[in-house]
């Protein structure tokens, strides 16, 4: 049974780095075809994806936020971390991390984490 | 990469059947037939409805269905039930080196 659980601060001071870690288990991140990605969800708002890091530590990036963003994982650990640097009230969010359907074509994700909302303010 | 475009809302009575669209480009939901759907309740995760356009992951009601026409793909949801209430998402797959695209997002009202 594959599940993922975010961690991290729920409240950021603007300009702060936020690093939030995922721990999933029920697969493994250094088995072929498996990606895991992060994405958010301001209040109120649509999904947006941030990246995506494959087994082979491919990694994918929105392109508007590909500056402050860094995805990295642990496969002994089985985690991810997402780090976002100058963090912004703007990116306050319930962020998601979310595994890659393996037998689906085309990206979808099949599992999710709960969310962890995460506050900028001052 | 623009968001998909999706209606605000829907709705429909229970029993009845309900449409919700997702038009993108030849870029996204026009070029692959990889469009997937995401059901959200209030204060839940995302969970994946259709994939592949037409596909039901194990366990999902084949109440669910998905479609595609050009660059409009369609998610209905028949025999409507009080359950069903919640915000749907479309998603479309749109190239090896991008992310893809999430929908704006509907709000699905069981009357």
């Known amino acids: 049974q594959i599940t993922l659980k975010e961690s991290g601060p729920t409240l950021v001071k603007p300009t702060q780095t936020l690093t939030l870690t995922c721990t999933f288990s029920g697969f493994s991140l250094s088995t072929s075809g498996v990606g895991v990605g992060w994405i958010r969800q301001a209040p109120g708002k649509a999904l947006e994806w941030l990246t995506l890091?494959?087994?082979?530590?491919?990694?994918r990036y929105i392109p508007s936020l590909r500056s402050r963003l860094t995805i990295n994982k642990d496969t002994s650990k089985n985690q991810l971390v997402l780090t976002m640097t100058n963090m912004d009230p703007v990116d306050t969010a319930t962020y998601y991390c979310?595994?890659?359907?393996?037998?689906?074509?085309?990206?979808?994700?099949?599992?999710w984490g709960q969310g962890t909302l995460v506050t900028v303010s001052s | 990469q623009s968001a998909l475009t999706q209606p605000p809302s829907a709705s429909g009575s229970p029993g009845q059947s309900v449409t919700i669209s997702c038009t993108g480009t030849s870029s996204d939901v026009g070029g692959y037939n990889y469009v997937s759907w995401y059901q959200q309740h209030p204060g839940k995760a995302p969970k994946l409805m259709i994939y592949e356009v037409t596909k039901r992951p194990s366990g999902v009601p084949d109440r669910f269905s998905g479609s595609k026409s050009g660059n409009t793909a369609s998610l209905t949801v028949s025999g409507l039930q009080a359950e069903d209430e919640a915000d749907y998402y479309c998603s479309s797959y749109a190239g090896s080196n991008t992310l893809g695209v999430f929908g704006g997002g509907t709000k699905l009202t069981v009357l």
């Open positions: 979310a595994h890659r359907c393996r037998y689906c074509s085309g990206g979808s994700l099949d599992y």
């Open positions: 890091i494959y087994w082979n530590d491919d990694k």
